[in-house]
């Protein structure tokens, strides 16, 4: 029997309504509007609530995705929720957001911490085991509230990331050559210490020292990320299009990591692929690191960049340090 197509029903998204400008964060941390947005295209960023926590912006996404695809939380018997940033250590926020969408007992409901690159590896991996045949319709959720593990006080941070959160509704069709067509997914473990936060894990319980020296919080070294960031996007997306040969020109829009607009120019020049075909909203999110990719594609969506037919290409990069990019026709 011929494995079937695995395809995104409907999409959604959700940001917080606070809007933290760069203006703002200048007031807090020895930087400027100029700095930020030169260095990173970031004009502004969303900052959930008092009380908001990653599953109710995750719920919000899903519900809207779930709409999009004219289903509802009954129909999902598969939760797949990539994150760094869960409501707690334990257990999973998939269960947290399982509650309170109302998706079944049935349904197999996990995390998995594949940072930025999250939601690629979440849809790889739903689309996986809807092909087994299975699972019958998947919900895959980026979901991140950044400013409860960014340090504040560190402006070579602080400036970047945001919150926010994107659901995609997956499912099965017969017809074939559309949908999920391939991904390449990978990592660089020898390089955890690039992107990481140092103590809190098992590893290294946090003690009252290890709060007041901040090491609960990320700490990136930018540079060298960057550097990686735009190598291994530019790898991901090159190996996906030749494993099924396709030419950079045939892809409709491009949907990368909103990390810095800096990465995206570099990825468009290295393609030799116009800036046009790359859909681009750090300016006004930051880096949301799993929730960035399906925000964007959710955006995309919405705004009529996407049509039936189109090649669509996800790339990402983040802490690990892992990478991911996945070919999509619609
Ligand atoms: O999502 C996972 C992937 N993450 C990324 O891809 C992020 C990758 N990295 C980046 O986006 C960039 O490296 C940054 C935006 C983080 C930094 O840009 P950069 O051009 O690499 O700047 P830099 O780190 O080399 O810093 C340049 C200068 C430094 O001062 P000195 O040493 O030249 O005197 C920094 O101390 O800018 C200073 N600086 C700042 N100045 C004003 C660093 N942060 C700030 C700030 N405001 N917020």
């Given at each position: 029997m011929a494995i079937p197509s695995t395809v995104i029903l409907g999409t959604g998204s959700y940001t917080p309504k606070r809007v933290l400008t760069n203006d703002e964060l200048s007031k807090q941390v020895e930087t400027s509007d100029e700095w930020i947005r030169t260095r990173s295209g970031i004009r502004e960023r969303r900052i959930a609530g008092p009380g908001e926590s990653t599953s109710d912006m995750a719920v919000f996404a899903a519900q809207a995705a779930l709409a999009d695809a004219g289903l509802?939380?009954?129909?999902?018997?598969l939760l797949v929720v990539a994150t760094v940033?869960?409501?707690?250590?334990?257990?999973?926020?998939a269960c947290i957001i399982q509650h309170k969408l109302g998706v079944p007992s049935h349904a197999a409901c996990f995390d998995l911490n594949a940072a930025c690159s999250g939601f690629i590896y979440g849809l790889d991996t739903a689309c996986a085991m809807l092909s087994s045949g299975r699972y019958r319709k998947a919900l895959v959720i980026g979901a991140e509230k950044l400013s409860s593990i960014?340090?504040?006080?560190?402006?070579t941070t602080c400036v970047l990331f945001g919150d926010g959160a994107g659901a995609v509704v997956v499912g099965c069709s017969e017809?074939?050559?559309?949908?999920?067509l391939g991904t390449k997914l990978g990592a660089?473990?020898?390089?955890?210490?690039?992107?990481?936060?140092?103590?809190?894990?098992?590893n290294s319980p946090a003690t009252a020292e290890s709060i007041a020296a901040g090491d609960h919080f990320m700490k990136m070294k930018g540079k060298e990320v960057f550097k990686l960031a735009v190598r291994a996007m530019d790898e991901a997306a090159r190996d996906i299009l030749e494993q099924h040969s396709i030419?950079?020109?045939?892809?409709?829009?491009v949907i990368p990591h909103q990390a810095n607009l800096r990465i995206i120019e570099a990825i468009s020049k290295y393609l030799n692929?116009?800036?046009?075909r790359f859909f681009v909203n750090v300016d006004r999110y930051g880096n949301t690191s799993a929730a960035s990719v399906p925000l964007a594609l959710d955006e995309a969506r919405k705004a009529g960049r996407i049509k039936k037919g189109d090649y669509t290409l996800l790339v990402a990069f983040g802490a690990g340090l892992t990478y991911g990019s996945a070919l999509i026709r619609w």
């Amino acid at each position: 029997m011929a494995i079937p197509s695995t395809v995104i029903l409907g999409t959604g998204s959700y940001t917080p309504k606070r809007v933290l400008t760069n203006d703002e964060l200048s007031k807090q941390v020895e930087t400027s509007d100029e700095w930020i947005r030169t260095r990173s295209g970031i004009r502004e960023r969303r900052i959930a609530g008092p009380g908001e926590s990653t599953s109710d912006m995750a719920v919000f996404a899903a519900q809207a995705a779930l709409a999009d695809a004219g289903l509802t939380a009954a129909d999902i018997d598969l939760l797949v929720v990539a994150t760094v940033t869960p409501d707690l250590p334990l257990p999973a926020t998939a269960c947290i957001i399982q509650h309170k969408l109302g998706v079944p007992s049935h349904a197999a409901c996990f995390d998995l911490n594949a940072a930025c690159s999250g939601f690629i590896y979440g849809l790889d991996t739903a689309c996986a085991m809807l092909s087994s045949g299975r699972y019958r319709k998947a919900l895959v959720i980026g979901a991140e509230k950044l400013s409860s593990i960014v340090d504040w006080k560190e402006r070579t941070t602080c400036v970047l990331f945001g919150d926010g959160a994107g659901a995609v509704v997956v499912g099965c069709s017969e017809e074939p050559n559309v949908g999920l067509l391939g991904t390449k997914l990978g990592a660089y473990g020898d390089s955890v210490e690039l992107l990481w936060i140092p103590k809190g894990g098992s590893n290294s319980p946090a003690t009252a020292e290890s709060i007041a020296a901040g090491d609960h919080f990320m700490k990136m070294k930018g540079k060298e990320v960057f550097k990686l960031a735009v190598r291994a996007m530019d790898e991901a997306a090159r190996d996906i299009l030749e494993q099924h040969s396709i030419h950079p020109d045939q892809i409709g829009l491009v949907i990368p990591h909103q990390a810095n607009l800096r990465i995206i120019e570099a990825i468009s020049k290295y393609l030799n692929l116009p800036m046009d075909r790359f859909f681009v909203n750090v300016d006004r999110y930051g880096n949301t690191s799993a929730a960035s990719v399906p925000l964007a594609l959710d955006e995309a969506r919405k705004a009529g960049r996407i049509k039936k037919g189109d090649y669509t290409l996800l790339v990402a990069f983040g802490a690990g340090l892992t990478y991911g990019s996945a070919l999509i026709r619609w």
